[in-house]
């Protein structure tokens, strides 16, 4: 786990389809409308592509896509979120596309529950932990894994092998 | 108009007339005497103002004549010479009797004006930049028509004995405009070895003609395969006064040309000619000819000059949308101005191949004498500049490359014996400007490589089939394959069967190429062709549906307008272009892009492998500098794209690798008929 999740316990929470999720907002640099998004031919389909971010070229990832759920049209409340994340001992930024952002709330360590190593499609080391807030699970995302590693669900099907 | 001031007036143009007098008197002993040119042109100017406020009408129409033709000297659009000299030195005397008689009110007088001022007219004229009335016009109206160029010509060994004479190559360019000739010699041996049918020389010629590059080609016509020649561009106008006298022309070191980028560095910096005049003054602050910026510095340079390209960009885009002769006028003026900057930003961050010889020079003399072999190395050319980023990633291939020369190509003394060679084996290392490009090259006089030797390796390994019929640059081309050794005896050296891999790999890392030229018998050289810059690039924008590509321009070689429906059903990829048949790849397929389909398609040639490939885009929208940005980690694989740069609407387009590219789709088409075959 990085040193910032350890001292900060602000969350930044968002939805995709009807989940909820969280990041920390350590790894949060900013939040973007979305501009047009130049695609990148020939590259895995959760690469949407890369945008002009004051003059850098940042590349976007469909986050829909990569956690496997299915694919839908953005709409007003769809947002790219500006993350910095650690891979290889290097700090890659990143932007990740969300249907939509919530709030940022404070969670207490203690809030904090184990994942479950059944039932969830996730791979569980790709979750840190979850919190229950009005009757909704919401998951605590291990950004750093989650967006260096290939494969994030776990395929219940081998189908939709894409290149 | 008080009697006081034309008194003062006349005074003021006498001694203007003085002035210019001495001057030229002094450009009579010095033709190139920038300062004398630049007094006259001043003194000039004022006069011909001065007496246009007083009347003096006659004074200021002939002076202006004589100041558009120093104008022109000045800003190296046309060459001193003796007749503008002798016609000045007429004209100081003739207004000289105009301060009398401003009117013309004598004869002699009179039909002396109309002379000279007939003679200085024809003067103008016959310089093919003819001056509007106005001199404030801008420098770039009257030069458009002539440029000056480079041309390198490197005659091949063997030309002599087909009859050609080089000098005639030479005149029938001088022919062409006016230019200087620079000879050089190219590896001469010592007088006892020089053989007579042999030509150990080659020249650069600084030309500036009103004529096309065509034109100048044409010269070569008949000699293009005895020869190397290159052809560039130097500058708008005529820059052989900038450069005629230069000390680095004058002082320079014939054994090697000066390339393109020598030449235009001198042209680009005429300050630093010394005239006689002013060596003794420069004598004294010589030390300060260069300073040391740290490396931080220039980088922060360098990425100020990239963002001001990158808004330049905005700006002509702005300026292109807005119907403002005013706005494009400076918007034109600041990409000129921006182009230039980059330039000299550019060179700045080049640091030449000098400073990495050390260590080959180190490396040869060690491992020579390590496996016993007699080795004289040489390196030609080290001043060639690169960048720094480049030069680093440099070191680790080209000390492979000098590895292998000496452990597998050069022979030990004996064998060479043999052979009938002399005993000590003979490696050079040189480099030299093609182009934008940087060529390093690493040539031995050894074995070369056996070409069947490789071939029944490769079967050996695997890596080709026992029946495939593979022409000499393949063979050749099978040494690049990873797990490639064709060494009988490893040796700690070399031979472990890594490394050829690894060069190619490195080596296109900093998007340069690598080749090799081998002989069985006489040796090998390996050919590596590099950028000169990583961080920008000279490219053309292209479009496809909504998104925007970037060829580089060193890539393409013709575009031609097709019917997009031709393309669409052609079933067998090839396309009939200038009765040629060319495959293409219609790229929207490919990049699976939907969007508005246009009816007339883009094919763009570019070569690949030594042949011609079309690629196929919707539209070209014309020249762009791309200024280049990493596509980051998680395109790694998406190799044929070199880069993405940020275009004047804030859109991104991506920067295409057409060999990269091109060696792709190959691979993904032989697959997929695999796959068809088999089902």
């Known amino acids: 786990m990085s040193t910032q999740a350890e001292t900060l316990n602000s969350f930044l929470s968002f939805r995709l389809d009807d989940e909820l999720f969280a990041a920390n907002v350590g790894k949060v640099l900013e939040i973007l409308e979305i501009p047009k998004i130049t695609k990148v031919p020939r590259s895995p389909e959760y690469m949407r592509g890369v945008v002009n971010l004051r003059g850098n070229v940042l590349p976007v990832i469909d986050t829909r896509t990569k956690f496997g759920l299915p694919p839908t049209s953005d709409t007003v409340n769809s947002c790219i979120l500006v993350l910095s994340i650690a891979s290889a001992g290097k700090n890659i930024t990143l932007g990740a596309v969300v249907d939509a952002v919530q709030e940022v709330m404070e969670i207490d360590n203690s809030a904090i529950q184990a994942v479950p190593s059944m039932g969830t499609r996730y791979k569980s080391e790709f979750i840190d932990g979850m919190v229950k807030l009005n009757d909704q699970f919401i998951m605590l995302l291990n950004l750093d894994l989650v967006f260096t590693s290939e494969e994030v669900f776990v395929l219940e099907e081998a189908a939709g092998s894409k290149n | ?679």
């Open chain 2, 1 to 679: 108009m008080t009697e006081k001031l034309l008194d003062i007036f006349l005074g003021e143009a006498q001694e203007l007339i003085v002035e210019i007098e001495k001057a030229v008197l002094l450009l009579e002993q010095n033709q190139q005497d920038e300062h004398g040119i630049s007094a006259i042109f001043r003194a000039m100017h004022t006069l011909k103002g001065s007496s246009g406020m007083f009347g003096f009408e006659a004074v200021s129409g002939i002076t202006h004549h004589l100041e558009s033709i120093y104008q022109d000297i000045r800003d190296g659009a046309r060459a001193m010479d003796a007749n503008v000299l002798a016609i000045t030195l007429k004209t100081l005397d003739h207004l000289r009797n105009l301060m009398q008689d401003p009117h013309l009110g004598d004869a002699g007088v009179r039909a002396n004006h109309e002379q000279l001022l007939t003679a200085i007219l024809s003067l103008e004229d016959a310089h093919t930049s003819h001056h509007t009335a106005n001199n404030t016009a801008p420098a770039s109206a009257n030069t458009a028509q002539q440029r000056s160029y480079y041309i390198y010509i490197l005659p091949h060994p063997a030309i002599l004995r087909n009859g050609t004479n080089i000098l005639y190559l030479v005149d029938d360019l001088l022919a062409l405009g006016e230019g200087t000739a620079l000879p050089f010699f190219h590896q001469i041996p010592e007088l006892a070895a020089i053989a007579p049918d042999t030509s150990y020389m080659g020249f650069e010629v600084v030309l500036a003609t009103t004529k096309k590059e065509e034109d100048i080609q044409e010269v070569f016509m008949f000699v293009e395969s005895d020869c190397d020649i290159t052809i560039k561009s130097l500058a708008d106008g005529n820059i052989l006064s900038a450069i005629g006298k230069h000390e680095q022309i004058q002082n320079r070191d014939v054994a090697a040309a000066l390339g393109y980028e020598g030449i235009k560095a001198l042209a680009a910096h005429p300050k630093k000619k010394i005239s006689k005049a002013d060596k003794a003054r420069s004598a004294g602050i010589n030390n300060a000819a260069s300073i040391r910026v740290s490396s931080e510095r220039l980088d922060d340079l360098m990425n100020l000059v990239s963002e001001l390209v990158t808004t330049q960009a905005r700006l002509s885009l702005f300026s292109g949308e807005n119907d403002s002769t005013e706005l494009s006028n400076i918007s034109e003026n600041i990409e000129k101005i921006t182009r230039r900057l980059r330039d000299n930003a550019f060179t700045m961050s080049l640091v030449p191949l000098e400073s990495i010889v050390v260590r080959f020079q180190r490396l040869v003399s060690d491992l020579s004498k390590e496996l016993h072999k007699d080795i004289e190395f040489t390196a030609v050319g080290m001043d060639t500049k690169i960048d720094k980023s480049i030069i680093e990633k440099l070191t680790d291939p080209l000390l492979h490359i000098l590895r292998n020369s000496i452990d597998h190509g050069i022979e030990n003394p004996e064998e060479r014996k043999r052979r009938n060679k002399s005993p000590k084996g003979k490696l050079q290392l040189r480099s030299y400007y093609s182009g934008g490009n940087v060529i390093i090259e690493i040539a031995d006089d050894g074995a070369g490589i056996d070409l069947t030797k490789v071939k029944e390796k490769a079967i050996a390994k695997g890596l080709i089939d026992g029946h495939a019929a593979l022409s000499e640059k393949e063979l050749t081309d099978l040494i690049f394959l990873p797990g490639f050794s064709t060494a009988s005896v490893i040796t700690g050296v070399s031979g472990r069967g890594v490394g050829m891999d690894v060069v190619r790999r490195n080596v296109s890392d900093i998007r340069g190429e690598i080749d090799i030229a081998t002989r069985a018998g006489e040796g090998t050289t390996f050919i590596i062709k590099l950028p000169l810059t990583l961080s920008i690039l000279d490219g053309l924008l292209v479009k496809i549906g909504d998104t925007d590509f970037i060829l580089p321009l060193t890539s393409v070689a013709k575009c031609y307008e097709v019917k997009t429906a031709a393309l669409e059903s052609s079933f067998n990829q090839l396309i009939q272009l200038d009765e040629k048949r060319l495959p293409f790849f219609f790229l929207r397929n490919d990049f699976a892009i939907t969007d508005h389909k246009p009816e007339l398609s883009q094919v763009i040639l570019v070569s690949y492998d030594g042949q011609q490939v079309g690629l196929v885009f919707d539209r070209i929208e014309g020249e762009y500098q791309a200024v280049l940005k990493p596509l980051g980690e998680f395109y790694q694989r998406q190799n044929e794209f070199s880069g993405a740069t940020i275009l004047g609407n804030g859109n991104v387009a991506l920067v295409l690798d057409p060999n990269k590219l091109i060696g792709k789709l190959i691979d993904h088409y032989k697959n997929q008929q695999r796959y068809e075959y088999a089902g």
